[in-house]
């Protein structure tokens, strides 16, 4: 093999590899129901690479025919009597093929309860606002319950029903490796069954336009097993730890003269906005921004004096009245909200 075709080749097995894992990946799933879609999906890529086969082979076949002999180069080209081609390869295989894709799909669909009466009391509130996701664990009393966001646990193999709501506009939620895509209606609950059979992050991400952030309105799924889970409720349902040092309790008095506290909420604390994340055990989340930054000091400063420049058009706006002392003791104050 020459050294270019080798090279091609293995640039083309590098993208069926890659093309088929990683944390976005509908043929990698890590649940039952994206099992199903990932059946379906190599199903439709094997009809569609039939088809274009068959048409390419057609194509093709004129031209290998024709290079036996050049004897009837000048030989007047028939015309008509192509119906029959027409008939078989125009309407009833199409007919056919798109007909069995319509029937899989539709018997896909039909195998995962998304209907409000099909799931009775999700456990899990999901909202969707511009552009990050409101989640608030809804089981037990008054007391049990709590809000968190962009990064939803749940416990590993196991079903979890998800109500999805939307704040504002239509989102979706979709993550690739654990289900299909239910969109989040303005008005209009509606129910999405996840289970994960192995633990792990699973990504997810709006699947539905929805303004200048859409692409930076990601979010984790975090399966973990059940005692780890267990354990993750029990310390989300906590109020917010008290600051202990010094710097850290002069960061909670800035939090709270400065804007934050009309926006955040932080239980526990006077904080008690409602418009954006709730802050609570925001040191205990992985991500910041919807999943856009890695949570660290650096970002979080950045993310408070910046958000503009980092999320265009975003709710949070630049705070940049702080000194750089009423910062730098914000982010050790955030940075302790385990
Ligand atoms: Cu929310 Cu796209």
Redesign the pocket.
């Known amino acids: 093999m020459s050294r270019m075709r080798c090279l091609t080749a293995i640039a083309v097995a590098a993208l069926l590899v890659t093309g088929c894992s990683g944390e976005m990946s509908t043929l990698d799933p890590a649940g039952e129901a994206a099992e199903t879609l990932r059946n379906l999906s190599w199903g439709v890529y094997g009809a569609f690479l039939a088809v274009a086969a068959a048409v390419f082979g057609l194509i093709l076949w004129p031209v290998v025919r024709r290079r036996r002999g050049s004897f009837d180069e000048h030989a007047p080209v028939g015309i008509g009597g192509g119906e029959p081609w027409i008939l078989v390869g125009g309407f009833a295989v199409p007919f056919v093929v798109l007909a069995g894709v319509f029937v899989a799909g539709l018997q896909t669909m039909s195998a995962y309860p998304l209907q409000n009466g099909a799931i009775p009391a999700p456990e899990i509130v999901v909202t969707?606002?511009?552009?990050w996701w409101r989640v608030n664990y809804v089981a037990g009393p008054p007391a049990m319950q709590f809000e968190t966001a962009n990064e939803i646990h749940i416990p590993v193999d196991t079903l979890v029903d998800i109500e999805v709501r939307s704040a504002d506009?239509?989102?979706?939620f979709w993550v690739p490796r654990l289900h299909g895509k239910v969109d989040?209606i303005p008005g209009m609950p509606n129910r999405i069954r996840l289970h994960a059979e192995r633990a792990g992050v699973y990504r997810g991400?709006?699947?539905?336009?929805?303004?200048a952030?859409?692409?930076h309105?990601s979010f984790l799924v975090i399966a973990q097993p059940m005692d780890e889970y267990a354990a993750w409720l029990d310390h989300q349902r906590r109020p917010a730890r008290i600051p202990e040092s010094e710097e850290a309790r002069h960061g909670l008095g800035v939090f709270n003269a400065s804007a934050c506290s009309m926006c955040h909420t932080i239980r526990g604390t006077g904080a008690r906005g409602r418009i954006g994340p709730d802050l609570t055990h925001l040191a205990s989340r992985r991500t910041l921004a919807a999943n856009t930054l890695v949570n660290n000091r650096a970002n979080l400063m950045a993310w408070v004096t910046h958000a503009q420049s980092l999320k265009p058009e975003v709710e949070m706006p630049n705070i940049t009245q702080m000194t750089g002392e009423e910062l730098r003791v914000l982010a050790t104050f955030l940075e302790e909200l385990e």
């Open positions: 969707g606002n511009q552009w506009v239509i989102h979706s989040l991400q709006c699947a539905e336009f929805c303004g952030q859409h692409a309105m």
